[in-house]
């Protein structure tokens, strides 16, 4: 069973600070997301990773499957980035994928 | 239409009432998920269908019933449910069922148990 940690649990910076959050996982993987979560519920998948670097506006995401460890990047962030990150991992073609525990980020003016 | 869309939003109900929940997505996905959160938790799975067929089934009580009538519709049937299965309950689907597949999340259903 794949083992997924995320650190920090809780983070707090001011608007306009760089963030970093990260994951690490036990087993191989195929693929690794990184998830948005806002206070009232709904999710959004922000990326999937199987290896390398994705960039979407000020999110970046990077993987390093040799070190199993993924990071998630926030450039110049606001207080609407305020959410839950949630990573998951997931191996081979099944469905099935293991979430970590969540970093619950608050950004203050 | 990236959409997925679960009815009805805030559900209570009590112990002995069956209730049901829906969800709705018209991408084409032939994945459809079901995971129950608790508040501050990561979500759990609870079931999956591929190809309109149960694939898995987390070990979840038979008090929940899953169903998937057709590829753009889930449903999930609740009879006899306790208090601790008051939750959000989120239904996602994807394009195959595989793992490097994104997850669209619909908004879900808060569920209380009286």
């Known amino acids: 069973k794949n083992e997924v940690e995320q650190s920090p649990q809780n983070l707090t910076a001011q608007e306009g600070e760089f963030i970093t959050i990260n994951c690490s996982y036990s087993?191989?993987?195929?693929?690794l997301h990184w998830l948005q979560q806002h206070p009232g519920g709904g999710i959004v998948s922000l990326f999937m990773l199987s290896s390398g670097k994705k960039k979407h506006g000020r999110l970046i995401a990077t993987i390093n499957i040799q070190e199993k460890h993924s990071s998630l990047h926030i450039t110049a962030s606001h207080p609407r980035d305020s959410a839950v990150y949630i990573c998951?991992?997931?191996?081979?073609?099944?469905?099935?994928?293991?979430f970590g525990t969540g970093t619950r980020l608050q950004v203050t003016l | 239409d990236t959409e997925v869309t679960q009815t009805p939003k805030h559900l209570v109900m009590g112990m002995t009432n069956k209730k049901s929940l829906k969800c709705e997505q018209h991408?084409?996905?032939?994945?459809m998920y079901w995971y129950k959160q608790k508040a501050k938790k990561p979500p759990e799975l609870m079931f999956v269908y591929s190809y309109e067929k149960l694939s898995i089934n987390e070990s979840v009580p038979s008090r929940f019933s899953p169903e998937c009538p057709n590829s753009s519709l889930l449903n999930l049937h609740l009879h006899a449910l306790q208090p601790e299965d008051s939750a959000l309950y989120l239904c996602?689907?994807?394009?195959?069922?595989?793992?490097?597949?994104?997850?669209?999340f619909g908004p879900g259903t808060r569920l209380t148990v009286l």
């Open positions: 087993v191989g993987i195929s693929a």
């Open positions: 991408m084409g996905h032939r994945a």
């Open positions: 996602a689907s994807s394009q195959r069922g595989f793992s490097t597949d994104t997850q669209y």
């Open positions: 998951a991992v997931g191996a081979g073609t099944a469905s099935k994928l293991t």
